[in-house]
């Protein structure tokens, strides 16, 4: 399975969340916050160690990587810290680092069981998208049905404290990480954690304590949006897709057999802001809808120059439908991969702000003890033979969110635009 991906190096060395995410990832997208980290310590295999070298590897000389273990093992005061096969993991993360490439990642048992879990599309947690506001941990936005929403937790709420007797944990979040904010919040349904928040308008700190449950995360949301302000027609379908994961495909088809069935549907949005990508069939699978077959979807290339077109193989339901994509900063990778699809084959208006540009294709593939490596294996282009690495999309129709407003202006746009067609 091919899998793209975002994310800074760190970030993916720590385990994310395309998140979406996107990040992924990047910025990942939607469930940034709620995004697969955990603060219990890793399990580790005991490791059996030889000091012999791959035949095809002998000119490698590991004298010195020798030398350091043995200092470290004789020297180090503290034994308890000396853990063999965590010493392991990191010296081959370390090594995979080296490439600089900052999407090939090897990851250890646990950082690989999130990321599956992210791509899955459910976990444990209390359902809250977190970032900052300034250098302040805060709630961006609470999923909806979640139990931090049903908690009273609003979005723009600081959090200043975290509180887990389970976990032992009892600590300020001055200077935490999204990750080990994340780590800490997140845990095994049924459990419970308390967080102390900041509220603009409130004098007084306020505690809530919150349960956790399994949160399923939508992939693909529909809904219907009238073409005039305060009008009930359903002309226009609003589809989000949140993320590229494991789930995204059939999702999508409930979506697609909605719009089919309400017949006075005419035109479409489709939202892959903060989309941080995922699987890039994914992208093939939703663009191939609003295509001809025959057309383009990507181009791959590998290390050889080889390239390989995937096409699409089916009649496109969507295809006369009048269709606007909306992108952001926070769309990468197989997001990227779709909106592109879309412009150079039908002309499709992309609306927003430039994309993340992710330009890379990686594989995960699954080594030893539950390991992974991610590594990337190829470049992507868009149909026209556009590479989108560290450049993005740019939009064509440019369209800045005013965070000082409640008002989606990317969405008004991207109405009004859809309406012109």
Do not use: C
């Given at each position: 399975?091919?899998?793209?991906?975002?994310?800074?190096?760190?970030?993916?060395?720590?385990?994310?969340?395309?998140?979406?995410?996107?990040?992924?990832?990047?910025?990942?997208?939607?469930?940034?916050?709620?995004?697969?980290?955990?603060?219990?310590?890793?399990?580790?295999?005991?490791?059996?160690?030889?000091?012999?070298?791959?035949?095809?590897?002998?000119?490698?000389?590991?004298?010195?990587?020798?030398?350091?273990?043995?200092?470290?093992?004789?020297?180090?005061?503290?034994?308890?810290?000396?853990?063999?096969?965590?010493?392991?993991?990191?010296?081959?993360?370390?090594?995979?680092?080296?490439?600089?490439?900052?999407?090939?990642?090897?990851?250890?048992?646990?950082?690989?069981?999130?990321?599956?879990?992210?791509?899955?599309?459910?976990?444990?947690?209390?359902?809250?998208?977190?970032?900052?506001?300034?250098?302040?941990?805060?709630?961006?936005?609470?999923?909806?049905?979640?139990?931090?929403?049903?908690a009273g937790i609003k979005a723009g709420d600081l959090i200043v404290a975290i509180k887990d007797e389970a976990k032992n944990v009892d600590?300020?979040?001055?200077?935490?990480?999204?990750?080990?904010?994340?780590?800490?919040?997140?845990?095994?349904?049924?459990?419970?954690?308390?967080?102390?928040?900041?509220?603009?308008?409130?004098?007084?700190?306020?505690?809530?304590?919150?349960?956790?449950?399994?949160?399923?995360?939508?992939?693909?949301?529909?809904?219907?949006?009238?073409?005039?302000?305060?009008?009930?027609?359903?002309?226009?379908?609003?589809?989000?897709?949140?993320?590229?994961?494991?789930?995204?495909?059939?999702?999508?088809?409930?979506?697609?057999?909605?719009?089919?069935?309400?017949?006075?549907?005419?035109?479409?949005?489709?939202?892959v802001r903060n989309n941080p990508g995922g699987y890039l069939q994914g992208a093939v699978d939703l663009a191939s809808d609003f295509l001809?077959?025959?057309?383009?979807?990507?181009?791959?290339?590998?290390?050889?120059?080889?390239?390989?077109?995937?096409?699409?193989?089916?009649?496109?339901?969507?295809?006369?439908?009048?269709?606007?994509?909306?992108?952001?900063?926070?769309?990468?990778?197989?997001?990227?991969?779709?909106?592109?699809?879309?412009?150079?084959?039908?002309?499709?208006?992309?609306?927003?702000?430039?994309?993340?540009?992710?330009?890379?294709?990686?594989?995960?593939?699954?080594?030893?003890?539950?390991?992974?490596?991610?590594?990337?294996?190829?470049?992507?282009?868009?149909?026209?033979?556009?590479?989108?690495?560290?450049?993005?999309?740019?939009?064509?129709?440019?369209?800045?969110d005013d965070e000082n407003t409640s008002d989606d202006e990317q969405l008004i746009k991207a109405i009004e635009q859809v309406k012109m067609?």
């Amino acid at each position: 399975m091919k899998f793209l991906r975002t994310g800074s190096l760190n970030f993916v060395r720590s385990v994310i969340i395309f998140s979406f995410v996107f990040s992924l990832v990047f910025l990942s997208g939607y469930w940034l916050g709620v995004k697969g980290y955990t603060a219990q310590m890793q399990s580790f295999p005991k490791a059996i160690i030889t000091r012999s070298k791959p035949p095809s590897k002998e000119y490698v000389n590991f004298d010195l990587f020798w030398k350091v273990w043995d200092i470290l093992e004789s020297r180090y005061y503290d034994k308890k810290r000396i853990v063999e096969g965590k010493m392991v993991y990191g010296a081959i993360q370390g090594m995979v680092s080296a490439i600089g490439d900052p999407y090939t990642a090897f990851l250890p048992p646990d950082d690989n069981k999130l990321v599956q879990e992210d791509l899955k599309g459910n976990f444990d947690g209390i359902g809250i998208q977190i970032g900052y506001i300034g250098s302040q941990l805060a709630v961006i936005a609470p999923l909806p049905g979640s139990p931090a929403e049903e908690a009273g937790i609003k979005a723009g709420d600081l959090i200043v404290a975290i509180k887990d007797e389970a976990k032992n944990v009892d600590t300020g979040t001055f200077g935490m990480s999204i990750p080990d904010a994340v780590g800490i919040i997140r845990g095994t349904a049924g459990t419970r954690i308390k967080l102390t928040l900041l509220r603009e308008g409130v004098t007084d700190p306020i505690e809530v304590e919150v349960t956790r449950r399994t949160i399923e995360v939508p992939s693909v949301r529909l809904s219907f949006l009238p073409l005039d302000k305060g009008g009930d027609d359903k002309s226009l379908a609003y589809i989000k897709v949140m993320k590229f994961g494991g789930e995204t495909l059939e999702e999508w088809n409930k979506a697609v057999e909605g719009v089919l069935l309400e017949k006075e549907t005419k035109m479409i949005v489709v939202d892959v802001r903060n989309n941080p990508g995922g699987y890039l069939q994914g992208a093939v699978d939703l663009a191939s809808d609003f295509l001809e077959t025959g057309d383009v979807v990507v181009i791959e290339e590998d290390s050889r120059g080889t390239k390989e077109e995937s096409k699409v193989t089916k009649i496109g339901r969507l295809r006369n439908y009048k269709t606007v994509v909306l992108i952001n900063k926070g769309s990468a990778s197989a997001s990227e991969i779709f909106a592109g699809a879309l412009r150079d084959n039908k002309k499709v208006k992309l609306i927003g702000e430039t994309s993340f540009g992710k330009g890379t294709i990686q594989e995960p593939q699954q080594v030893n003890g539950g390991s992974a490596l991610h590594i990337t294996i190829a470049r992507w282009l868009t149909p026209s033979g556009y590479w989108v690495d560290g450049k993005g999309l740019e939009p064509d129709v440019l369209v800045r969110d005013d965070e000082n407003t409640s008002d989606d202006e990317q969405l008004i746009k991207a109405i009004e635009q859809v309406k012109m067609l």
